[in-house]
C-alpha cells in the first residue's frame, strides 16, 4: 500500500530504499496477506498510466479520482501525480496510452454554497490499498473513503463541523484526450433524476475517445445515501435551480445535481452506488445484491478476500521486500482488465460470458492471456468465449475493444492469438468450430474499416503475399503480424482436422520471407524486414530506425531492427535467413547494446531476448532478462517502463521473475533466468509446478544444468502439458555460462508442403 500525499515521487523512491534494506523472505507471504503486498500507485506515473483505485478482478465499476490534469495532457486513467481534484468518476482503464475513455458519472463533496462549476481541490493524505481509496479534499477539509464490489461502490465522506455538506453529481462528465484531441471523448447527452431525499439516478451518453467511438455508448447509474438530504437541485450550464428534481443535459453543456445535508456531529455521510450498461433498473438491482447494506468495512474486506484469493495462485519464496511489492503488483494488474460485464451486456442476449474494454489484444495477448491460462484457466476460457460470442453477434473478432465498440485495430487481427492459444493449451467449454470460422473471416475478408476490425491491405497480402505501402499504413509491421496470425489459423485447422486450411495458412504465414530485402545493411548486418510498394519496388528512403504510430509507411510501435526479428511461428527459418546462429547471436547483441533498436515499453520486442534459445545460447538469455528488469522494474508510481497496457507490461515481468516464458499461440516456454530460489504456481486440479534455481545469488544468474521431475532436462524450453500436469522443475545457477541448453532448441514451424 502507498501514501503519496504531495510529492509522490519522493515518496516512491524512499519507499524503494526501504524495501531494497530489508531482508529477503524464506517463506511466502501468507495467502491472506498477498493483498496487503500491492501498491495500487505502483505504475500510475511516469508513462504507466495505472488505475489506482478500488475493484474487484476483472470489475466492472472502477471508481476512482479525475484530476484537472492541465492543457496538453491526457488523463487516461482519471489519476494524475500532480493537479486538483475534479471528483470520483465509476468507470476507467488502465495502463492504456493514447487517448482517454469513460470517466462517467462523477461525484465530489464539498461544503458550504454549490458551485459544480468550481469544486475541485488540492489533495492531501491520498492513499491507496487494494479494495481501498482514501484522500482528503484539502479546500473542504472533507475526507473521502472509496471501496467497490463488483459492479457497486460504497463512499464514505467524513465532512468538517458546522458546515453544509454536498454531494454533487456531474453526469455530463468523461475524461479528455489533451494529447490527440481527436480521440476525444464527446458527450451527447445526460439526465439526472432526484428520485427522494436519500436516491438518484441516471445516465450518460458519451462517443469518441481512443477507440474512437461513433455509437454512443451509455453509463446508467443508481445511487442511495445513509442519511436524507435537507436540500436540493439541479444545474444545467450554469443554471443552477434549487428545489429541482430533474435535468437533462444536452451535448457538452454540463448538467448535474446534489444532495444537501444537515451538519452531522462526528458521523460521515455513507453513499453506495451501482453502475450498469443497460438501464438504471439494473444498477439497483446490482446495488441490491452486491452492497444491501451500508457497510464499508464489509465490502472492503470481500474486496481483500476476493484479491488475496486471486493473489495466491502464485508462492515466491527468497524474494526482497520491493520483489514481493513489484512482483504482486504485477500479478494485481494483470487481473483489471478485460472487464467482466457478464449479465450487463447492451447489445444483445446471450448464454455466453460477456467482456469488454480488450485495450488491446495487440498487447495482451503476448503474455497476459498465457499466464491466465496458467493461473486462472477458467476466466482466460471465458474471456475466450466472449470473443467467439461477439463474433457471433457482431461478424467480427476485435483486436480492440471499449464502450461495446470495436477499435482500433493496432496491428494484426491478433485475436488468432488468443484463441488458438487457448486451444492449443486445452481451454474448455470453447466453440471451436465457431472460433476458426472467426479466425478465416479475419484473414479473408477486407473489413469496411481497418481501423475498427479486421485486416486492412488484405487484396495485397492475398495477391502479392505481402501489404504494400499503397495498401495500408504501417505496411510494415501489420505484414509481419499476419503472417503471424495466418499460423494461428494453420494451427487450429491441423487440430480441428482441416487439413486444406492448415496448408493454406501454413504457407501465407512464410509471407515474412517477401518483404525480408536481402541486400539491405544496418549496423554491420545485412538483411532486414522493408516495406515494399505495389510493384514490388522498396521503399526508399528507408533507414532500420523508421518507425510510427497509426499514420505512416513503415512499423507500429517498432522499427525495422524490432520487427526484423518479429518471426514467432519460425524462429529457425528466420535464424537462417540472418546467416546462422553465430551471426543471430552477434545480431541480438548489437540490437540490445544500441540506444534506440530495443523498447523494453512497446511488445513487438516481448520475445525477442529470448529468441537466443532457438540459438543454443539461452546463457544470453539469462543476461539480458536480469538487465531489462533490473533496469526498468522497481517499486513507485514511476516503477514501469511505459503504459502498462492492460497488464501487458506486469505479466512479461511475471514470467520474466519466475523463469519461465511463453511462446504465445503455441504450447511452449522459453526457460530463462529465475529471480527467486523457489516458484510455486498453483494450477488446475490441485497440482502444482514448482521453480526451484539452486545456488541463485546475484552473481549466479546463468542456468548451467536442469532436471525436470528428478530426470536431467538438456533442453531450454518446455511443453506446456509438462507445466499442467504438476512437477518440478530444478535449474543449478551459476555464475559463468555453461554448455547447458545448446541443443535440442524449442520447435519452429516445418516448411509448407
Same mark, same amino acid.
Given at each position: 500500500?502507498?501514501?503519496?500525499?504531495?510529492?509522490?515521487?519522493?515518496?516512491?523512491?524512499?519507499?524503494?530504499?526501504?524495501?531494497?534494506?530489508?531482508? *529477503?523472505?524464506?517463506?511466502?507471504?501468507?495467502?491472506?496477506?498477498?493483498?496487503?503486498?500491492?501498491?495500487?500507485?505502483?505504475?500510475?506515473?511516469?508513462?504507466?498510466?495505472?488505475?489506482?483505485?478500488?475493484?474487484?478482478?476483472?470489475?466492472?465499476?472502477?471508481?476512482?479520482?479525475?484530476?484537472?490534469?492541465?492543457?496538453?495532457?491526457?488523463?487516461?486513467?482519471?489519476?494524475?501525480?500532480?493537479?486538483?481534484?475534479?471528483?470520483?468518476?465509476?468507470?476507467?482503464?488502465?495502463?492504456?496510452?493514447?487517448?482517454?475513455?469513460?470517466?462517467?458519472?462523477?461525484?465530489?463533496?464539498?461544503?458550504?454554497?454549490?458551485?459544480?462549476?468550481?469544486?475541485?481541490?488540492?489533495?492531501?493524505?491520498?492513499?491507496?490499498?487494494?479494495?481501498?481509496?482514501?484522500?482528503?479534499?484539502?479546500?473542504?477539509?472533507?475526507?473521502?473513503?472509496?471501496?467497490?464490489?463488483?459492479?457497486?461502490?460504497?463512499?464514505?465522506? &467524513?465532512?468538517?463541523?458546522?458546515?453544509?455538506?454536498?454531494?454533487?453529481?456531474?453526469?455530463?462528465?468523461?475524461?479528455?484526450?489533451?494529447?490527440?484531441?481527436?480521440?476525444?471523448?464527446?458527450?451527447?447527452?445526460?439526465?439526472?433524476?432526484?428520485?427522494?431525499?436519500?436516491?438518484?439516478?441516471?445516465?450518460?451518453?458519451?462517443?469518441?475517445?481512443?477507440?474512437?467511438?461513433?455509437?454512443?455508448?451509455?453509463?446508467?447509474?443508481?445511487?442511495?445515501?445513509? &442519511?436524507?438530504?435537507?436540500?436540493?437541485?439541479?444545474?444545467? #450550464?450554469?443554471?443552477?435551480?434549487?428545489?429541482?428534481?430533474?435535468?437533462?443535459?444536452?451535448?457538452?453543456?454540463? *448538467? #448535474?445535481?446534489?444532495? &444537501?445535508?444537515?451538519?452531522? *456531529?462526528?458521523?460521515?455521510?455513507?453513499?453506495?452506488?451501482?453502475?450498469?450498461?443497460?438501464?438504471? /433498473?439494473?444498477?439497483?438491482?446490482?446495488?441490491?445484491? %452486491?452492497?444491501?447494506?451500508?457497510?464499508?468495512?464489509?465490502?472492503?474486506?470481500?474486496?481483500?478476500?476476493?484479491?488475496?484469493?486471486?493473489?495466491?495462485?502464485?508462492?515466491?519464496? #527468497?524474494?526482497?521486500?520491493?520483489?514481493?511489492?513489484?512482483?504482486?503488483?504485477?500479478?494485481?494488474?494483470?487481473?483489471?482488465?478485460?472487464?467482466?460485464?457478464?449479465? $450487463?451486456?447492451?447489445?444483445?442476449?446471450?448464454?455466453?460470458?460477456?467482456?469488454? /474494454?480488450?485495450?488491446?489484444?495487440?498487447?495482451?495477448?503476448?503474455?497476459?492471456?498465457?499466464?491466465?491460462?496458467?493461473?486462472?484457466? %477458467?476466466?482466460?476460457?471465458?474471456?475466450?468465449?466472449?470473443?467467439?460470442?461477439?463474433?457471433?453477434?457482431?461478424?467480427?473478432?476485435?483486436?480492440?475493444?471499449?464502450?461495446?465498440?470495436?477499435?482500433?485495430?493496432?496491428?494484426? +487481427?491478433?485475436?488468432?492469438?488468443?484463441?488458438?492459444?487457448?486451444?492449443?493449451?486445452?481451454?474448455?467449454?470453447?466453440?471451436?468450430?465457431?472460433?476458426?470460422?472467426?479466425?478465416?473471416?479475419?484473414?479473408?475478408?477486407?473489413?469496411?474499416?481497418?481501423?475498427?476490425?479486421?485486416?486492412?491491405?488484405?487484396?495485397?497480402?492475398?495477391?502479392?503475399?505481402?501489404?504494400?505501402?499503397?495498401?495500408?499504413?504501417?505496411?510494415?509491421?501489420?505484414?509481419?503480424?499476419?503472417?503471424? $496470425?495466418?499460423?494461428?489459423?494453420?494451427?487450429?485447422?491441423?487440430?480441428?482436422?482441416?487439413?486444406?486450411?492448415?496448408?493454406?495458412?501454413?504457407?501465407?504465414?512464410?509471407?515474412?520471407?517477401?518483404?525480408?530485402?536481402?541486400?539491405?545493411?544496418?549496423?554491420?548486418?545485412?538483411?532486414?524486414?522493408?516495406?515494399?510498394?505495389?510493384?514490388?519496388?522498396?521503399?526508399?528512403?528507408?533507414?532500420?530506425?523508421?518507425?510510427?504510430?497509426?499514420?505512416?509507411?513503415t512499423f507500429y510501435e517498432g522499427n525495422s531492427w524490432t520487427y526484423s526479428f518479429f518471426v514467432p511461428q519460425n524462429v529457425a527459418g528466420l535464424i537462417r535467413a540472418m546467416g546462422g546462429p553465430q551471426t543471430f547471436v552477434r545480431r541480438l547483441d548489437a540490437f540490445f547494446a544500441v540506444p534506440g533498436r530495443y523498447d523494453v515499453g512497446n511488445e513487438p520486442g516481448f520475445l525477442t531476448p529470448y529468441l537466443y534459445n532457438w540459438a543454443g545460447r539461452p546463457d544470453k538469455t539469462d543476461e539480458h532478462i536480469r538487465q531489462i528488469i533490473a533496469a526498468s522494474y522497481h517499486a513507485g508510481p514511476?516503477?514501469?517502463?511505459?503504459?502498462?497496457?492492460?497488464?501487458?507490461?506486469?505479466?512479461?515481468?511475471?514470467?520474466?521473475?519466475?523463469?519461465?516464458?511463453?511462446?504465445?499461440?503455441?504450447?511452449?516456454?522459453?526457460? #530463462?533466468?529465475?529471480?527467486?530460489?523457489?516458484?510455486?504456481?498453483?494450477?488446475?486440479?490441485?497440482?502444482?509446478?514448482?521453480?526451484?534455481?539452486?545456488?541463485?545469488?546475484?552473481?549466479?544468474?546463468?542456468?548451467?544444468?536442469?532436471?525436470?521431475?528428478?530426470?536431467?532436462?538438456?533442453?531450454?524450453?518446455?511443453?506446456? +502439458?509438462?507445466?499442467?500436469?504438476?512437477?518440478?522443475?530444478?535449474?543449478?545457477?551459476?555464475?559463468?555460462?555453461?554448455?547447458?541448453?545448446?541443443?535440442?532448441?524449442?520447435?519452429?514451424?516445418?516448411?509448407?508442403?
Open positions: 500500500m502507498s501514501n503519496y500525499t504531495k510529492t509522490p515521487v519522493y515518496a516512491a523512491a524512499l519507499m524503494s530504499l526501504l524495501l531494497a534494506a530489508l531482508p *529477503a523472505r524464506s517463506q511466502p507471504a501468507p495467502s491472506a496477506e498477498r493483498a496487503s503486498l500491492v501498491d495500487p500507485f505502483l505504475g500510475a506515473s511516469g508513462g504507466g498510466n495505472v488505475f489506482p483505485g478500488p475493484a474487484m478482478p476483472f470489475g466492472e465499476i472502477k471508481p476512482g479520482p479525475d484530476m484537472d490534469v492541465g492543457p496538453g495532457q491526457s488523463q487516461h486513467a482519471g489519476w494524475w501525480a500532480t493537479g486538483n481534484i475534479q471528483g470520483f468518476s465509476q468507470t476507467h482503464v488502465s495502463g492504456t496510452g493514447g487517448g482517454a475513455k469513460y470517466g462517467n458519472i462523477l461525484v465530489t463533496a464539498t461544503t458550504g454554497q454549490q458551485n459544480p462549476s468550481d469544486s475541485e481541490s488540492p489533495r492531501a493524505n491520498e492513499h491507496a490499498s487494494v479494495g481501498l481509496y482514501s484522500v482528503t479534499l484539502a479546500r473542504y477539509g472533507i475526507g473521502v473513503e472509496i471501496t467497490a464490489a463488483r459492479r457497486a461502490a460504497i463512499y464514505r465522506f &467524513t465532512f468538517p463541523q458546522g458546515h453544509r455538506d454536498n454531494l454533487l453529481f456531474d453526469v455530463n462528465h468523461c475524461l479528455i484526450s489533451g494529447l490527440r484531441t481527436h480521440e476525444n471523448q464527446i458527450p451527447v447527452s445526460s439526465t439526472v433524476q432526484i428520485l427522494s431525499p436519500t436516491e438518484i439516478a441516471g445516465s450518460t451518453t458519451v462517443k469518441g475517445g481512443w477507440n474512437k467511438q461513433p455509437v454512443p455508448y451509455t453509463v446508467y447509474f443508481y445511487a442511495v445515501a445513509d &442519511t436524507p438530504a435537507a436540500s436540493w437541485g439541479t444545474w444545467t #450550464g450554469s443554471q443552477i435551480t434549487s428545489n429541482s428534481r430533474q435535468v437533462n443535459g444536452i451535448s457538452t453543456t454540463p *448538467a #448535474g445535481a446534489w444532495l &444537501t445535508f444537515a451538519p452531522k *456531529a462526528n458521523r460521515p455521510v455513507l453513499m453506495k452506488i451501482a453502475i450498469s450498461f443497460v438501464s438504471i /433498473d439494473q444498477a439497483r438491482r446490482s446495488l441490491a445484491a %452486491e452492497i444491501p447494506a451500508f457497510d464499508f468495512s464489509r465490502v472492503h474486506a470481500q474486496a481483500l478476500a476476493a484479491w488475496n484469493q486471486a493473489l495466491s495462485t502464485i508462492d515466491i519464496y #527468497g524474494e526482497t521486500p520491493e520483489q514481493a511489492q513489484t512482483f504482486y503488483t504485477a500479478l494485481y494488474h494483470t487481473m483489471l482488465m478485460p472487464t467482466d460485464r457478464t449479465g $450487463d451486456n447492451p447489445l444483445w442476449q446471450s448464454a455466453e460470458p460477456y467482456y469488454d /474494454d480488450y485495450y488491446a489484444i495487440w498487447d495482451i495477448f503476448r503474455t497476459s492471456g498465457p499466464l491466465l491460462t496458467l493461473i486462472a484457466p %477458467e476466466r482466460q476460457a471465458a474471456i475466450v468465449r466472449a470473443l467467439v460470442d461477439l463474433y457471433r453477434h457482431e461478424g467480427w473478432l476485435p483486436d480492440a475493444r471499449s464502450g461495446n465498440y470495436n477499435g482500433r485495430t493496432q496491428g494484426g +487481427s491478433n485475436a488468432e492469438f488468443l484463441l488458438t492459444d487457448a486451444y492449443v493449451k486445452g481451454l474448455p467449454g470453447i466453440d471451436w468450430k465457431t472460433a476458426l470460422a472467426a479466425e478465416i473471416h479475419d484473414a479473408e475478408v477486407s473489413p469496411a474499416d481497418h481501423f475498427k476490425e479486421g485486416r486492412g491491405g488484405l487484396p495485397d497480402w492475398h495477391k502479392l503475399g505481402y501489404v504494400s505501402i499503397e495498401g495500408s499504413d504501417r505496411p510494415g509491421s501489420v505484414s509481419m503480424e499476419y503472417a503471424a $496470425d495466418d499460423f494461428e489459423i494453420a494451427l487450429l485447422a491441423k487440430g480441428l482436422g482441416d487439413t486444406a486450411d492448415y496448408e493454406k495458412y501454413l504457407a501465407r504465414s512464410a509471407n515474412w520471407k517477401n518483404l525480408w530485402d536481402a541486400t539491405f545493411s544496418a549496423g554491420g548486418f545485412t538483411g532486414f524486414i522493408r516495406p515494399r510498394h505495389r510493384d514490388g519496388a522498396w521503399l526508399t528512403p528507408f533507414t532500420a530506425m523508421d518507425h510510427c504510430t497509426w499514420g505512416g509507411d514511476d516503477g514501469l517502463p511505459g503504459n502498462d497496457d492492460s497488464g501487458a507490461m506486469s505479466s512479461w515481468y511475471i514470467f520474466g521473475q519466475i523463469g519461465i516464458f511463453p511462446n504465445a499461440g503455441q504450447p511452449v516456454y522459453l526457460i #530463462g533466468s529465475p529471480a527467486y530460489p523457489r516458484t510455486v504456481l498453483h494450477l488446475a486440479g490441485g497440482k502444482d509446478f514448482i521453480i526451484e534455481a539452486r545456488n541463485l545469488s546475484p552473481a549466479n544468474i546463468y542456468v548451467t544444468a536442469a532436471s525436470l521431475d528428478g530426470k536431467p532436462l538438456d533442453r531450454d524450453w518446455l511443453r506446456h +502439458s509438462e507445466i499442467i500436469s504438476g512437477g518440478r522443475l530444478v535449474l543449478t545457477m551459476s555464475s559463468a555460462p555453461g554448455n547447458w541448453g545448446r541443443s535440442d532448441l524449442p520447435p519452429s514451424t516445418p516448411a509448407p508442403r
